[in-house]
């Protein structure tokens, strides 16, 4: 559908860069300086946000331009015509100040790697100009450590402001970065479409729904295990409410590579990576990537059930795989335990306290049905008098507490 676009060299390009590459695809500098950088088969990992619809720049190693630490390369990209149309037609431009583009020109850097695919990161003291217009790169990230040089989190960078949208023209993109021991830098430019965390979860749900039954023989296969153990667990407790949002999910999802039963709900967890993309679990902390999230049948099926109540937050897992609503140990000792005659207390002030019986024990009632003496008077016991306090009499005492 859309024409790659390689590298355009300049003609006087002649020098090349002298290079060997260890065990893990790592190059090495050896001699030599080159004044254009090197396409390389270095693959970048999946951005979940971002379709790519064409490479506008393959993969490019970065090469030193001198024997000083900052070093200066450019690259070369044109926009085929619908390409440019793409691009122009698919922005909001409403808001003059910042044109929004749903359609983008994306810039990424990466390690050079040629063993697995890469991460997102950017050289030391990276500067980007396109068209001779600098280029806005994410914020460093700030550090306490001294001697170390804040890093970029690792992002791709959109260009698109600063791209000519004719198929005329030639965009160039100068990088001046500095080198890093033992490491290459490597760059590339994409053509890509920026989703939505509506369209990902829809792409989610549309994958398909892990069946109700693999959850429930993984519930089995939990409980049996620790039956094996000294204490067996014979029921297993899970909550309904979302670690992330606090509130009763609607997606329960988890990611394929976690070993927990705990789900979190899936738009909530997208809407949090657009924001802020860390893709790490909210109950284990480990790697949850998009590729691996799965919606879980087993508990989308508990939470659509009529029998769960709009306030039940937590349910138990039994043996043989069922559910129950948890009922919480408070609750447990209200049922289980019988209800006590409680004591009535009267505050008098800060050290006066009046115990008196309830109304059974007030009428000499017994809980059998029997009669007992009463073993409290109605006298009030001052704590605060004085012995010499003791001697008034009683009418006085308490025209006192008064």
């Not at 924001?275 to 949850?288: E, G």
């Amino acid at each position: 559908m859309y024409q790659n676009n390689l590298i355009s060299f300049p003609s006087d390009a002649t020098n090349r860069v002298m290079s060997q590459t260890n065990n893990n695809g790592i190059m090495n500098y050896v001699s030599g300086f080159a004044s254009t950088p090197q396409e390389v088969d270095v693959k970048l990992k999946k951005l979940a946000f971002f379709d790519i619809h064409a490479t506008l720049v393959n993969p490019s190693l970065l090469v030193p331009t001198s024997s000083q630490r900052l070093h200066e390369n450019t690259l070369y990209f044109t926009l085929t015509s619908g390409q440019a149309t793409e691009l122009a037609s698919n922005r909001d431009i409403r808001n003059a100040s910042r044109v929004e583009y749903t359609m983008q020109v994306q810039l990424r850097f990466c390690l050079m790697d040629t063993a697995n695919e890469q991460d997102d990161y950017f050289p030391p003291n990276i500067s980007v100009k396109v068209n001779g217009k600098q280029c806005q790169l994410p914020n460093p990230i700030p550090t306490n450590k001294p001697g170390v040089e804040p890093k970029r989190p690792p992002r791709p960078v959109n260009i698109t402001g600063n791209v000519k949208l004719s198929p005329l023209v030639t965009n160039t993109v100068q990088i001046s970065w500095c080198t890093e021991f033992n490491r290459g830098h490597v760059a590339s430019i994409y053509l890509v479409k920026k989703l939505t965390s509506q369209t990902l979860l829809q792409r989610l749900i549309t994958k398909g729904i892990k069946a109700a039954e693999v959850t429930r023989s993984l519930i089995k296969e939990k409980l049996k295990e620790d039956a094996d153990c000294e204490i067996a667990t014979t029921m297993l407790k899970v909550s309904l409410i979302c670690p992330l949002g606090k509130m009763r999910m609607a997606s329960p999802c988890r990611a394929s590579t976690c070993s927990h039963l705990q789900c979190f709900d899936a738009f909530l967890y997208l809407q949090m990576n657009e924001r802020k993309p860390t893709w790490n679990c909210p109950v284990c902390d480990k790697q949850a990537i998009y590729d691996n999230l799965v919606i879980d049948g087993y508990f989308q099926d508990v939470i659509a059930s009529k029998t769960l109540g709009s306030d039940t937050n937590e349910i138990q897992l039994h043996e043989d795989g069922s559910w129950s609503v948890h009922v919480s140990k408070g609750d447990a000792q209200i049922l289980d335990t019988p209800i006590k005659s409680m004591q009535k207390v009267e505050i008098i002030d800060d050290l006066e306290v009046v115990p008196t019986k309830s109304a059974n024990s007030e009428s000499g009632v017994n809980n059998h049905g029997g009669t007992e003496p009463s073993s409290t008077t109605g006298e009030t016991v001052d704590l605060t008098l004085s012995d010499s306090d003791e001697d008034l009499p009683l009418k006085r005492k308490q025209n006192s507490n008064r």
